[in-house]
T-cell receptor
């Protein structure tokens, strides 16, 4: 199993450009998450999904959109990138245990995004 | 979710036990204590979690006080590869919706040769 993978690993954008970050997991997990991490800070939740076709806002959703068209993929889009979105982006996934409780989260390696 | 308080940084000699404290004085009865670590900007790695009882796995032990207001993560024999930022997180095990984790700034553990 590859676990959680993220594409691309690095990207530099100019202000106003758009891009999509791809997260893929091969563990058949129901839940998927997008976080951002700024220098010296902990992770902050952007959006999450509790299943195919569903998404929800996290702590810092402004300026981002997400889609979960397939269970194994979770896309994070930046429609008009801003320098404030320079960050490292982490994707995670988790399973649903018996009884409906969620399992621990497994993280991808991250995408380093710089917006000039 | 209950807020957690951790020391900003700690050092530990290689081969010795590393004891990382966490205060969560406002924790409620159904909130779990989770520990993750992040090695040099890699994705966070799950270590262990618990509710009331002490827990142990192949990576670490988690000691939760009887009043559940604090806990300690123990790495029994720290190695240089354990140098990382350790996050203590308190989160309700949600039956519906995602088990969202709220990360603070964690404790930067440095294992010294």
């Amino acid at each position: 199993n590859a676990g959680v993978t993220q594409t691309p690993k690095f990207r530099v954008l100019k202000t106003g450009q758009s891009m999509t970050l791809l997260c893929a997991q091969d563990m058949n997990h129901e839940y998927m998450y997008w976080y951002r991490q700024d220098p010296g800070m902990g992770l902050r939740l952007i959006h999450y999904s509790v299943g195919e076709g569903t998404t929800a806002k996290g702590e810092v959703p402004d300026g981002y959109n997400v889609s979960r068209l397939k269970k194994q993929n979770f896309l994070l889009g930046l429609e008009s990138a801003a320098p404030s979105q320079t960050s490292v982006y982490f994707c995670a996934s988790s399973a649903v245990l018996a009884g409906g409780k969620t399992d621990t989260q497994y993280f991808g390696p991250g995408t380093r995004l710089t917006v000039l | 979710d209950a807020k957690t308080t951790q020391p900003t940084s700690m050092d530990c000699a290689e081969g010795r036990a590393a004891n990382l404290p966490c205060n969560h004085s406002t924790i409620s009865g159904n909130e779990y204590v989770y520990w993750y670590r992040q090695i040099h900007s890699q994705g966070p790695q799950y270590i262990i979690h618990g509710l009331k009882n002490n827990e142990t796995n192949e990576m670490a032990s988690l000691i939760i006080t009887e009043d559940r207001k604090s806990s300690t993560l123990i790495l029994p024999h720290a190695t240089l590869r354990d140098t990382a930022v350790y996050y203590c997180i308190v989160r309700v095990g949600s039956k519906s919706g995602a088990n969202n984790l709220f990360f603070g700034t964690g404790t930067r553990l440095t294992v010294i040769p």
